[in-house]
């Protein structure tokens, strides 16, 4: 009588198998992951420019009225500031360090470990009362900025498009 079982052959194809597609399996929810990572981080600096805008539409009532507020971007951080220049007209509407503005407390950020900016045309974003005029890299000449983030080994990445008249948008 003939024993019905699998071969040692027979086991180690499906063995193999199975291990192939685990890898295959690993490989895309890693790829996952980074383009989750790569959208949030996306989100929070969209988020972050929309709120400087915010604050400064917000900047009249205040009792201590800054001169506008911004988004700026200092190598792999990027934060809210106040600019609060003594002399507004004559403000050079660049973040330089805590003599030209204050930081928000709460909202400095860093780029995740696992990202990088791979352009960045800009290094500040400001939003001036009452309209607000918007001041790229501390002027109105240019007309848009891109600013393109990347996983560390460039598979995967996204822009952020912010034009001269404030509006956001992205690819």
Do not use: E, W
């Given at each position: 009588m003939g024993r019905k079982a699998f071969t040692l052959i027979e086991t180690?194809?499906?063995i193999s198998i199975l291990t192939l597609l685990t890898s295959f399996l690993i490989?895309?929810?890693r790829g996952g992951e980074r383009q989750i990572i790569l959208l949030r981080e996306k989100a929070k600096i969209i988020s972050m420019v929309l709120r400087a805008k915010s604050l400064s539409l917000n900047t009249l009532i205040e009792d201590e009225p800054g001169c506008g507020y911004g988004v700026g971007f200092e190598g792999t951080n990027y934060f809210i500031y106040?600019?609060?220049a003594s002399d507004c007209l004559n403000s050079d509407r660049l973040y330089s360090g805590p003599t030209s503005g204050e930081r928000l407390e709460n909202e400095v950020f860093n780029l995740d470990p696992a990202l990088q900016f791979l352009q960045r045309d800009i290094s500040d974003v400001l939003f001036v009362p009452p309209?607000?005029?918007v001041f790229l890299d501390g002027g109105q000449s240019i007309l848009e900025a891109v600013i393109t983030l990347a996983t560390l080994d460039e598979s995967s990445q996204t822009s952020i498009i912010i034009n001269?008249?404030?509006q956001i948008?992205?690819?």
């Open positions: 180690l194809v499906i490989l895309y929810s106040k600019d609060s309209d607000p005029q001269n008249a404030g948008s992205s690819q």
